[in-house]
Protein backbone atom coordinates (compact mmCIF):
# COMPACT_ATOMS: atom_id res chain seq x y z
CA UNK A 1 0.00 0.00 0.00
CA UNK A 2 3.37 2.27 1.06
CA UNK A 3 4.15 1.53 -2.90
CA UNK A 4 1.28 2.13 -4.48
CA UNK A 5 0.88 5.87 -2.85
CA UNK A 6 -2.38 4.31 -0.92
CA UNK A 7 -0.76 4.82 2.71
CA UNK A 8 1.89 7.74 3.25
CA UNK A 9 5.32 6.88 4.17
CA UNK A 10 6.61 7.67 7.88
CA UNK A 11 8.83 9.93 8.37
CA UNK A 12 11.17 8.82 10.97
CA UNK A 13 11.91 5.16 11.99
CA UNK A 14 13.91 4.52 15.13
CA UNK A 15 14.96 1.17 15.66
CA UNK A 16 17.65 -0.28 18.09
CA UNK A 17 18.42 -3.35 15.47
CA UNK A 18 20.91 -1.91 13.28
CA UNK A 19 21.98 -5.19 11.95
CA UNK A 20 18.61 -5.22 10.14
CA UNK A 21 20.40 -1.47 8.67
CA UNK A 22 23.25 -3.06 7.93
CA UNK A 23 22.01 -5.46 6.14
CA UNK A 24 20.05 -3.44 4.00
CA UNK A 25 22.24 -1.65 2.81
CA UNK A 26 24.15 -4.50 1.60
CA UNK A 27 21.23 -5.27 -0.59
CA UNK A 28 21.02 -3.37 -4.27
CA UNK A 29 17.65 -3.19 -4.16
CA UNK A 30 17.11 -2.06 -0.36
CA UNK A 31 20.64 0.27 -0.81
CA UNK A 32 18.21 1.76 -3.85
CA UNK A 33 15.05 2.20 -2.28
CA UNK A 34 16.92 3.35 1.11
CA UNK A 35 18.65 6.11 -0.77
CA UNK A 36 15.55 7.34 -2.88
CA UNK A 37 13.48 7.01 0.34
CA UNK A 38 10.95 4.54 -1.30
CA UNK A 39 11.04 2.22 1.82
CA UNK A 40 8.40 2.11 4.58
CA UNK A 41 9.73 4.88 6.31
CA UNK A 42 11.89 8.01 5.07
CA UNK A 43 14.69 7.53 7.19
CA UNK A 44 15.88 4.82 9.62
CA UNK A 45 17.48 6.35 12.83
CA UNK A 46 19.78 3.74 15.22
CA UNK A 47 18.89 4.46 18.77
CA UNK A 48 19.80 2.24 21.92
CA UNK A 49 17.18 -0.18 22.92
CA UNK A 50 14.62 0.37 26.16
CA UNK A 51 16.82 -2.50 27.79
CA UNK A 52 19.58 -0.23 27.73
CA UNK A 53 18.05 2.40 28.83
CA UNK A 54 16.86 0.92 32.19
CA UNK A 55 20.37 0.34 32.87
CA UNK A 56 21.13 3.84 32.36
CA UNK A 57 18.82 5.06 34.51
CA UNK A 58 19.84 2.23 37.33
CA UNK A 59 16.38 1.60 38.37
CA UNK A 60 17.82 -1.73 40.08
CA UNK A 61 20.88 -2.76 41.96
CA UNK A 62 23.43 -4.96 40.05
CA UNK A 63 24.27 -7.99 42.52
CA UNK A 64 25.17 -11.59 42.51
CA UNK A 65 23.03 -12.86 45.11
CA UNK A 66 20.91 -15.74 42.79
CA UNK A 67 20.46 -18.04 40.09
CA UNK A 68 17.26 -17.00 38.53
CA UNK A 69 15.68 -19.53 36.47
CA UNK A 70 13.37 -17.41 33.54
CA UNK A 71 10.93 -20.56 32.94
CA UNK A 72 9.00 -21.66 30.10
CA UNK A 73 5.22 -23.29 30.05
CA UNK A 74 5.04 -27.09 29.14
CA UNK A 75 1.47 -26.11 28.53
CA UNK A 76 1.18 -22.63 27.77
CA UNK A 77 -1.67 -21.24 25.57
CA UNK A 78 0.17 -21.09 22.40
CA UNK A 79 1.87 -24.64 22.80
CA UNK A 80 -1.51 -25.77 23.30
CA UNK A 81 -2.97 -23.96 20.46
CA UNK A 82 -0.41 -26.09 18.33
CA UNK A 83 -0.21 -29.10 19.57
CA UNK A 84 -2.53 -29.91 22.59
CA UNK A 85 -1.61 -30.40 26.05
CA UNK A 86 1.55 -32.61 26.88
CA UNK A 87 0.48 -35.65 28.94
CA UNK A 88 1.13 -34.71 32.58
CA UNK A 89 4.13 -37.46 33.24
CA UNK A 90 6.08 -36.00 30.49
CA UNK A 91 5.25 -32.42 32.06
CA UNK A 92 6.74 -34.16 35.47
CA UNK A 93 9.61 -35.62 33.78
CA UNK A 94 10.82 -32.50 32.34
CA UNK A 95 10.55 -30.80 36.10
CA UNK A 96 12.27 -33.41 38.03
CA UNK A 97 15.14 -33.46 35.86
CA UNK A 98 15.36 -29.09 35.78
CA UNK A 99 14.59 -29.78 39.41
CA UNK A 100 17.73 -31.71 40.08
CA UNK A 101 19.53 -29.46 37.61
CA UNK A 102 18.84 -26.14 39.87
CA UNK A 103 19.30 -28.06 43.01
CA UNK A 104 22.91 -29.27 41.40
CA UNK A 105 23.80 -25.89 40.41
CA UNK A 106 21.93 -24.33 43.81
CA UNK A 107 24.42 -26.23 45.82
CA UNK A 108 27.71 -26.13 44.16
CA UNK A 109 27.90 -21.98 43.48
CA UNK A 110 25.96 -21.52 47.32
CA UNK A 111 23.47 -19.23 45.52
CA UNK A 112 19.58 -20.01 46.05
CA UNK A 113 17.53 -20.47 43.45
CA UNK A 114 14.61 -17.84 41.71
CA UNK A 115 12.57 -19.50 39.54
CA UNK A 116 9.96 -16.52 37.33
CA UNK A 117 7.48 -17.09 35.65
CA UNK A 118 6.07 -15.55 32.62
CA UNK A 119 3.78 -12.12 32.81
CA UNK A 120 1.37 -13.57 31.25
CA UNK A 121 0.44 -16.34 33.06
CA UNK A 122 -2.82 -15.39 34.75
CA UNK A 123 -2.95 -16.03 38.30
CA UNK A 124 -4.91 -19.05 38.59
CA UNK A 125 -2.59 -20.69 36.85
CA UNK A 126 0.22 -19.71 38.78
CA UNK A 127 -1.52 -20.80 42.20
CA UNK A 128 -1.77 -24.03 40.13
CA UNK A 129 2.02 -24.19 39.85
CA UNK A 130 3.10 -23.17 43.15
CA UNK A 131 0.84 -26.10 44.74
CA UNK A 132 1.69 -28.46 42.19
CA UNK A 133 5.54 -29.04 43.33
CA UNK A 134 6.97 -29.34 40.55
CA UNK A 135 9.28 -26.89 41.42
CA UNK A 136 9.40 -27.29 45.11
CA UNK A 137 12.13 -26.18 47.40
CA UNK A 138 12.54 -22.54 44.92
CA UNK A 139 11.08 -19.36 45.57
CA UNK A 140 8.50 -18.36 42.70
CA UNK A 141 7.76 -15.25 41.60
CA UNK A 142 5.96 -13.26 39.13
CA UNK A 143 6.67 -9.61 37.50
CA UNK A 144 9.93 -9.47 39.13
CA UNK A 145 11.95 -11.15 36.41
CA UNK A 146 14.26 -7.85 35.75
CA UNK A 147 14.73 -7.15 39.34
CA UNK A 148 16.19 -10.72 39.90
CA UNK A 149 18.25 -10.61 36.86
CA UNK A 150 19.71 -7.50 37.62
CA UNK A 151 20.74 -9.28 40.65
CA UNK A 152 21.64 -12.61 39.77
CA UNK A 153 24.65 -14.95 39.56
CA UNK A 154 23.69 -17.37 36.90
CA UNK A 155 20.78 -16.86 34.75
CA UNK A 156 19.17 -20.02 33.82
CA UNK A 157 16.69 -19.54 30.24
CA UNK A 158 14.15 -21.82 28.02
CA UNK A 159 13.24 -19.17 25.23
CA UNK A 160 12.45 -15.40 26.50
CA UNK A 161 13.19 -11.78 26.00
CA UNK A 162 13.73 -11.55 29.14
CA UNK A 163 17.29 -12.98 28.71
CA UNK A 164 18.03 -9.79 26.70
CA UNK A 165 18.73 -7.47 30.08
CA UNK A 166 21.28 -10.80 31.04
CA UNK A 167 23.10 -10.13 28.51
CA UNK A 168 23.30 -6.30 28.75
CA UNK A 169 24.64 -7.00 31.86
CA UNK A 170 26.79 -9.45 31.22
CA UNK A 171 25.45 -12.10 33.36
CA UNK A 172 26.45 -15.47 33.28
CA UNK A 173 23.63 -17.52 30.99
CA UNK A 174 22.48 -21.00 30.23
CA UNK A 175 20.49 -21.69 28.17
CA UNK A 176 18.44 -24.47 28.85
CA UNK A 177 15.86 -27.34 26.49
CA UNK A 178 14.91 -31.06 27.33
CA UNK A 179 13.54 -33.97 25.21
CA UNK A 180 10.05 -33.24 27.17
CA UNK A 181 9.38 -30.49 25.07
CA UNK A 182 8.15 -30.69 21.95
CA UNK A 183 9.75 -29.59 18.55
CA UNK A 184 8.88 -25.95 18.71
CA UNK A 185 10.09 -25.86 21.97
CA UNK A 186 13.61 -27.05 21.44
CA UNK A 187 13.74 -25.26 18.20
CA UNK A 188 12.84 -21.66 19.90
CA UNK A 189 15.33 -22.60 22.51
CA UNK A 190 17.98 -22.40 20.44
CA UNK A 191 17.31 -18.54 18.99
CA UNK A 192 18.97 -16.53 21.59
CA UNK A 193 21.72 -18.63 22.38
CA UNK A 194 22.67 -18.65 18.98
CA UNK A 195 22.01 -14.68 18.55
CA UNK A 196 23.83 -13.55 21.91
CA UNK A 197 26.62 -16.87 22.60
CA UNK A 198 25.95 -18.30 25.59
CA UNK A 199 25.73 -21.91 26.34
CA UNK A 200 22.58 -24.34 25.57
CA UNK A 201 22.69 -27.74 27.33
CA UNK A 202 20.06 -30.63 27.46
CA UNK A 203 19.68 -30.22 31.82
CA UNK A 204 18.81 -33.49 31.94
CA UNK A 205 22.05 -35.45 30.72
CA UNK A 206 24.59 -32.51 31.35
CA UNK A 207 27.13 -33.34 33.84
CA UNK A 208 29.88 -30.60 34.33
CA UNK A 209 32.91 -29.58 36.34
CA UNK A 210 32.20 -26.70 38.67
CA UNK A 211 35.60 -24.69 37.50
CA UNK A 212 35.42 -25.79 34.17
CA UNK A 213 31.54 -24.23 33.70
CA UNK A 214 32.33 -21.41 35.74
CA UNK A 215 34.86 -20.15 33.30
CA UNK A 216 33.61 -21.50 30.23
CA UNK A 217 30.65 -19.43 31.24
CA UNK A 218 32.38 -15.93 32.09
CA UNK A 219 34.55 -16.92 28.95
CA UNK A 220 31.19 -16.74 26.87
CA UNK A 221 30.35 -13.17 28.28
CA UNK A 222 32.67 -12.03 25.93
CA UNK A 223 30.59 -13.20 22.73
CA UNK A 224 27.53 -10.62 24.00
CA UNK A 225 29.24 -7.68 22.39
CA UNK A 226 28.24 -8.16 18.78
CA UNK A 227 24.73 -8.91 19.80
CA UNK A 228 24.77 -5.95 21.81
CA UNK A 229 26.65 -3.52 19.27
CA UNK A 230 24.30 -4.22 16.73
CA UNK A 231 20.65 -4.84 18.44
CA UNK A 232 20.92 -2.41 22.01
CA UNK A 233 23.83 -0.07 22.27
CA UNK A 234 25.15 1.89 19.65
CA UNK A 235 26.03 4.88 21.42
CA UNK A 236 26.82 4.72 25.41
CA UNK A 237 26.09 6.69 28.18
CA UNK A 238 22.62 7.57 25.91
CA UNK A 239 19.35 6.51 26.44
CA UNK A 240 17.13 5.95 23.21
CA UNK A 241 14.35 7.53 24.48
CA UNK A 242 16.07 10.83 25.00
CA UNK A 243 17.66 10.78 21.17
CA UNK A 244 14.13 10.14 19.89
CA UNK A 245 12.78 13.55 21.65
CA UNK A 246 15.99 15.42 20.76
CA UNK A 247 15.63 14.45 17.10
CA UNK A 248 12.01 15.15 16.98
CA UNK A 249 12.44 18.78 18.73
CA UNK A 250 15.24 18.82 15.76
CA UNK A 251 13.19 18.28 12.84
CA UNK A 252 10.00 19.73 14.06
CA UNK A 253 10.76 22.55 16.24
Known amino acids: LVILGLVPRIDIHFTSRKMKLINSKKNILKRFLLK ?7 EYKPINSRSY ?11 EKYITHLDAEMNGRHEIETRGYLPKNIVEQHYFHLRKFLKKLSKD ?3 PVVVCLHPTINSREVKKFKKSRLLRGFKIVQYKTKEYIYKSFIVTTFDTSAVVDAALLRKRIIGLWSNYMDINQIKHSKTYPSK ?3 LRINFKDFKYDKSRLFNLLN ?3 KKYNFFLKNYHIHKK ?7 II ?5 IYK
Request: proline share 0%; glycine share 6%.
Open 196 to 198: IGF
Open 53 to 63: DTLIEKKYSIK
Open 109 to 111: FKK
Open 246 to 250: STLKR
Open 36 to 42: KKLLFAK
Open 237 to 243: RIKGSDE
Open 219 to 221: NNI
